[in-house]
């Protein structure tokens, strides 16, 4: 008999992160990752409370790609270089953007986190210090 497989976290998040790129966030379900898995539900449900609990670690997870094409210095002008990661994330992961910014969920504090660091990026660039922070924010 072959041994058994052991799927950590992160293999069962990454499956869940395909499942949600393939074919939206309403597709993530135990079956649907344990499919992409090749394995039973059980990997699922021993390493996450709920399926909320894994909904909300994929967004969390398309929060942390957003964030790393958001960082890129594409020019060398942060607004612009934000601009540009969100395009390059919306065109190379369109499903993952939609369950951010198009659907609703209950799990909106992911997207503040977002503004948030959208705010500190602003921050960085000198040609936006005079303005005030609810201004920065607006933008």
Known sequence: MPPPVNFTK???LQAAVLVAEDCGMGAVSA???AS???SSTAPVYSHFDSIDSLRRQVLVEA???LTSLISAPHTD????SMGIGIALF???HPELYRALFLERHKHSDILVQFNERMERR???DPRFNAL??????DM
């Open 122 to 124: 602003l921050a960085e």
């Open 10 to 12: 992160d293999h069962v």
């Open 90 to 92: 919306a065109r190379e």
């Open 31 to 33: 079956r649907n990752v």
């Open 77 to 80: 002008r942060v607004f612009l």
């Open 63 to 65: 929060l942390r790609l």
């Open 36 to 38: 992409r898995l090749k």
């Open 132 to 137: 005030s922070v609810a201004r920065r924010k």
